[in-house]
């Protein structure tokens, strides 16, 4: 639990870099989920700080402008689905805690997965590997 509540009291997630975001987003949101039961309400709390802190804003900030530090959710390239798979994630696992910023956030994920999607055809794979 400890490596947990280092990652919620970060600073941040190094949003000028989609990747990072997107694997702390994705592994936050697996640890929150697994780990619900046996934590307790102050950890859970803390979590819950930390998600809205090192990703909800800046996301939601991204989707207002594209000049944040997160630069455009809309890529088009492999960091949309890589990134946008881990924001969905933390959405879905805190919808409980912040039911209006995680739908908010989880509807325009989900349109700037468009952006992305025309690169597995005509095959159903991207050319750099499934």
Not at 1 to 21: C, G, L, Q, R, S
Not at 24 to 41: E, L, N, R
Not at 92 to 106: E, G, R, T
Request: glycine share 6%.
């Amino acid at each position: 639990m400890k490596h947990i509540e280092v990652v919620a009291t970060m600073p941040d997630w190094n949003p000028v870099h989609h990747i990072d975001v997107g694997t702390m987003a994705t592994g936050y949101a697996i640890a929150y989920d697994w780990f619900y039961d046996v934590m307790t309400d102050e950890q859970r709390q803390i979590m819950e700080r930390g998600i809205y802190n090192n990703l909800f804003w800046i996301v939601n900030e991204a989707y207002k402008k594209p000049d944040t530090l997160y630069g455009d959710v809309r890529m088009e390239d492999n960091h949309n689905v890589f990134c946008n798979a881990g924001i969905m994630a933390s959405c879905i696992a805190f919808m409980d805690v912040y039911p209006d910023v995680s739908s908010h956030i989880a509807a325009n994920t989900l349109r700037s997965l468009e952006y992305f999607m025309d690169k597995f055809a005509p095959l159903g794979a991207y050319f750099e590997g499934i």
